[in-house]
């Protein structure tokens, strides 16, 4: 918290947290993985996670998403311990999307409301509205082969959209993308974001993307992982590509880049 | 174009054999009941499209046997193949197992099912259900053992967990490796059917096969013969309009 305070938009400050990670160490086995996480995701907050490849952050994610159980210390989502998925709860977008190639877009959207037990009927109108808030209803009867690595990667939010979660977990889920692309799916992503009331913990490995679209940034050092620093990111919303040719946006990366490419010394 | 020159390819050779065997029989290089002459094959088969029963009835037979026992190792080798590729013990302990079961000459089961349950139809079933059995559970537990793990992650944080999860994401990732090992199991289930019809039995293709052999009867030997090439090629055609549909409701 050492940047100076600004008026990051969305977050209400003083609720309850909708995510709290409370002196959290996660295992790999007999492999420490991240060790003394303590941070919390206040409603409507978009928080993202960074630090050197295998620092652990998508532990943490995958912890908070109930798929890997915190060795020590507690995980809690809307103030219950998470043990397993809560589909109802929390979604999730992975970096590798995990569309299912046999399945038409509106129906890999579908198969969420299927796992979900949404009566039959209810299921493609809502599947084809979730499509149509990403931009994609004229594509929706198209196979995930057929349609761009953006288009796809949208197809996944819609499929994370579509149930009522007010959680959502994002795995570098535009790690394939290049870099205009992942910017703007970004920017459209927090709108659609921001018009729904979603709370979001997004792991990236990009500097510039974290600090384009988050509200704080949790700075992880190298593995085994612990948290570096906690950044609030003073930048007014909505925000504009145009952003990133400012000084203000500059001085963030520039500290965050500090942050993470520094102290080589303490790594093990 | 392409199409044309290929049917002519085709035509070509047809003609090009048969002009062979016509030479080979009227020239009398070879004796008539070691290679019967194309016309008297032919004399047969127009005779049968007199009596249609003659052919329809063995051929019934062996169909009928095929198509059980395709289905009891379409059913065996699915379930277990899943159930064996779901977990990544049973797979380690038992992929080499299958595997090397699979690789015997199970042929040599045949007197001991026959003599369990007669030389009728059921032994017929159980020969060939075991041959049709192995490639496709062998099939289908390395798909399963294979799914994409982010497809099942995916599916757990969308609530996704147990038999849904099976038939709409397993059974679809899998079902291209089912019908490509149910095509090897077809062709391995009909040919040991009409193999243990011609080692013991008294109906279907192997057994005419059988006994226009034992009656030199050469000319019905061949018309048998071709009778048995055009099942196979009426089968697999079958088979794959019928996978086309399967495919279509799976996945769904």
New interface residues.
């Given amino acids: 918290m050492t940047v100076p305070a600004g008026s990051s938009a969305t977050p209400v400050t003083g609720a309850s947290p909708v995510a709290a990670l409370d002196d959290v160490t996660l295992m790999y086995g007999d492999v420490l993985a991240a060790h003394d996480i303590t941070f919390d995701v206040r409603p409507g907050e978009f928080v993202s996670l960074i630090g050197p490849s295998g620092c652990g952050k998508s532990s943490v994610l995958r912890a908070i998403g109930g798929l890997m159980p915190a060795a020590t210390g507690e995980v809690a989502v809307n103030g219950l311990s998470v043990t397993s998925p809560r589909p109802d709860e929390i979604s999730f977008v992975f970096q590798d999307l995990a569309l299912y190639p046999w399945r038409s877009a509106v129906r890999n959207v579908e198969i969420a409301l299927q796992f979900a037990g949404a009566p039959r009927r209810e299921r493609r109108e809502r599947a084809l509205d979730a499509l149509t808030r990403v931009g994609l209803g004229d594509v929706a009867n198209r196979y995930p082969h057929q349609l761009s690595g953006g288009m796809r990667q949208r197809v996944a939010i819609a499929r994370a959209l579509v149930s009522d979660a007010k959680l959502l977990l994002l795995d570098e889920p535009f790690a394939a993308l290049d870099e205009q692309s992942r910017l703007n799916i970004g920017a459209q992503l927090i709108a659609i974001l921001e018009e729904e009331g979603k709370t979001v913990v997004f792991v990236t490995h990009s500097l510039s993307e974290a600090a384009y679209l988050s509200d704080r940034v949790v700075v992880m050092g190298p593995r085994p992982g612990n948290i570096r620093e906690i950044i609030d990111v003073p930048l007014e919303r909505p925000r504009h590509t145009s952003l990133m040719r400012e000084p203000a946006f500059h001085d963030l990366t520039d500290r965050l880049s500090a942050l993470l490419y520094t102290d080589d010394e303490d790594a093990p | 174009m392409t199409h044309l020159r290929r049917a002519g390819v085709y035509v070509g050779v047809i003609v090009v054999v048969l002009a062979l065997w016509f030479g080979l029989t009227a020239s009398g290089i070879v004796k008539p009941l070691m290679l019967a002459a194309p016309s008297d094959v032919a004399d047969i088969l127009i005779g049968w499209t007199a009596t249609p029963g003659e052919v329809a009835g063995p051929v019934g037979v062996t169909l009928a046997e095929a198509g059980i026992a395709l289905l009891i190792a379409v059913v065996l080798g699915v379930g277990i193949g899943i159930a064996i590729g779901s977990s990544r013990l049973m797979i380690a302990a038992y992929e080499p197992v299958v595997t090397a079961v699979s690789a015997l000459p199970l042929i040599i089961l045949y007197p001991v099912l026959a003599a369990s349950l007669g030389v009728g139809g059921p032994s017929k079933v159980a020969i060939g259900a075991l041959y049709g059995f192995f490639p496709i559970a062998i099939a289908t537990m390395r798909a399963v053992a294979r799914v ?1 793990p ?2 099942l ?8 967990r147990g038999l ?2 099976v038939g ?2 397993v059974v ?2 899998v079902s291209p490796a089912i019908f490509a090992s149910m095509r090897v199991a077809l062709s391995l289930t009909l040919v040991t059917i009409i193999a243990a019809e011609f080692i013991s039995g008294a109906a279907g293709v192997g057994y005419q096969l059988a006994a226009a052999s034992q009656g030199l009867d050469t000319p019905t030997l061949f018309a048998w013969v071709v009778v048995a090439v055009l099942l196979t090629v009426v089968v697999n055609a079958l088979f794959t309009a019928l996978t086309a549909v399967l495919r279509k409701g799976i ?2």
């Fill in positions: 994409d982010g497809m992650v995916a599916a757990r944080t969308m609530g996704g849904p999860v709409s994401i679809p990732a996945e769904r």
